[in-house]
């Protein structure tokens, strides 16, 4: 399996972006790149996946340079309910390889 | 759909006691996994099961923990018997992996136990 590293906390103030970068250096070819939030006492929640270039919907932007060692997560303007633990995870979607979580990304949202 | 339903969402019960988790997944997943969740440890994949057959179940940490699905639509976790460092948040989810989806996992609120 993919191994993944991520910081363990980031700070940030409201209204600022957020970029959370994780590395996963020995990722492989049939390989995605999956990013969860996970809010205190709920599950984690899906956010954004990609394989390659640039990824984007209504809640982040996904990064990931030609090699894919390594990807980063953007959160436009952050606010207090983004204060949350992230993950990012490496697995093939096509149900060969299950998700493994790693210690995940606590953001800390200041006022 | 309601999505991920466990139940219940605490539970607290005493060293020595049996403990049963349940979890009603998403209907047409057919995925579905168990994971434990604790400060120490993070999130640990227990087992999953694919249209209801166990495929994996390396994560389970002893004998004292089982894990059942006998239908589509129902699986519980077993711990019998409970001891306190089983003491953790509980997440069942499932999922719908095909090659032209995102394999998203979707998660139930968590069932937390503590055991004395």
């Known amino acids: 399996l993919a191994k993944t590293t991520q910081p363990i906390s980031m700070d940030s103030y409201e209204g600022q972006e957020v970029n959370i970068t994780c590395s996963h250096n020995n990722i492989a070819t049939n390989d995605y790149i999956t990013w969860y939030q996970q809010f205190p006492s709920q599950g984690p929640r899906f956010i954004i996946q990609g394989y390659k270039t640039k990824v984007t919907n209504e809640v982040a932007s996904l990064f990931i340079p030609a090699d894919r060692k390594s990807s980063t997560l953007s959160l436009p303007r952050v606010s207090l309910s983004d204060t949350a633990v992230y993950y990012c995870?490496?697995?093939?979607?096509?149900?060969?390889?299950?998700?493994?979580f790693g210690k995940g990304t606590r953001l800390s949202v200041i006022a | 759909d309601a999505g991920v339903i466990q139940s219940p969402r605490h539970e607290v019960t005493e060293m020595g006691q049996e403990v049963t988790l349940r979890c009603k997944p998403i209907s047409g997943h057919d995925y579905l996994f168990w994971y434990r969740q604790t400060m120490m440890r993070g999130l640990e994949l227990l087992i999953y099961?694919?249209?209801?057959?166990?495929?994996?179940d390396s994560g389970m940490p002893e004998d004292r923990f089982s894990a059942k699905m006998p239908n589509a639509s129902f699986s519980t976790l077993k711990i019998q018997p409970s001891e306190p460092r089983d003491s953790a948040v509980y997440f069942c989810?499932?999922?719908?992996?095909?090659?032209?989806?995102?394999?998203?996992?979707?998660f139930g609120e968590g069932s937390r136990l503590t055991v004395l």
């Open positions: 099961f694919n249209n209801n057959v166990p495929i994996d």
């Open positions: 989810a499932s999922s719908e992996w095909q090659s032209q989806n995102t394999g998203e996992l979707f």
């Open positions: 995870l490496v697995g093939d979607r096509l149900g060969n390889t299950p998700l493994v």
